[in-house]
């Protein structure tokens, strides 16, 4: 009996040490105390990755079960690469229990220009600044294309778009592109009526544009109906695409429209044909009985560029018919009885937001877009002997990009 009450006495010290163990091993409900987060580098340059190491009181690593915090946003993983040059704080989450802060420096190199298009012989002057806005300029070395060039300068070549990068002790900057284009031709398209009595305005600002330049493409787009306009072309979606908001309303190159009264403002268009173009167009056509034949070819110099489109317009001149007229202009006549109208839209054989230019389309050997198009003229045309062409090239915005005019039978090359 009492060998028996000793056992158990035995085994009960014996259970109590065992629980006591366990708990005190278990700490918190096995959670850290504290953790700490570190990383492998503290600044780097923009574009390359840090990775963060969380660890607990206990030396352990807690990376996976923890969450990372850069600037404030959470990351996914224990790696990440800056979208951003700066200086950032990054921390880290264990359940309820949040590390330290520490301190990331990115830095970057920023490539700016003059210029952000040029034509061929021009001079492009390039800055490179650090992401504290200091100067670097002198201090590092530039490539155009992959090639080091001698200072900060170089003069524009061969079309097309120049890679400018730069480095500095162990940055590399980002890639700078300047567009070497083309001249551009600005298309206006004047969306009008014989009724429209204001419309004289807009006739008689493009008669002074011509006057100025020859930079420009015009199309007479005549709108209502056919009994109240003979020379009415269907356009209503144009005019939905552009936001019409009455007659007459003159767009530049489709997406800009020209302010009112037209005749004032006659160096907004020709600050347009000062712009450099990322595309050039040639154009051959010819008539073959009461069929047109039209051969285009397209450059297109931005291979950032995509789902650009080819538009043909069929226009004719040297149409009699009375305009009204409410302003001032043509002697100021209510009726100009012997109005001609030129330039008026007859025929759009692509559609009047065109055709995608594709890849089937292109030329390995020249590189250029080419597109064929054969067609009857509409029985609406008074005269074909007074017809031309007006062809342009549109984004995927719908801005036109750059256009040609042509009479038929004439050639348009491409400038070298």
Known sequence: MKTTRILQLFLLVVASAFFSCSSSDDGNGGQASSITISVDNNAINLGQSLTFTVTDDNNSDVTSQSTIYFSGTVISGSTYTPTEAGTYVVNAKLGDITSNNISVTISSLLISANKSSAFPGELITLTATGNQGNNLTSESTFYVNGTEISGNSYTTENRGVDIITATYETLESNQKSILVGYPSKVLIEDFTGTWCGWCPRVSYGIELVEEATDEVVVAAIHRYNSSIDPFNYPASSLENFVDLGGYPTAMLNRTTEWSTPEPNYVNQVLGLTQDVAPAALALTSEMSGNSLNVNVAVDLLDNTLTEAKLIVYVL?????????????????????????????LRQVPTGLFGEELASTDLDAETNLYNKSYSFELDSNIADSSNIHLAVFVTDADGKVLNAVGAEIGESIVIED
């Open 316 to 344: 004719e001149d040297g149409l009699i018919y009375e305009q009204t007229n409410y302003t001032d202009y043509y002697g100021g006549a209510d009726y100009i009885t012997d109005f001609v109208h030129d330039n008026v």
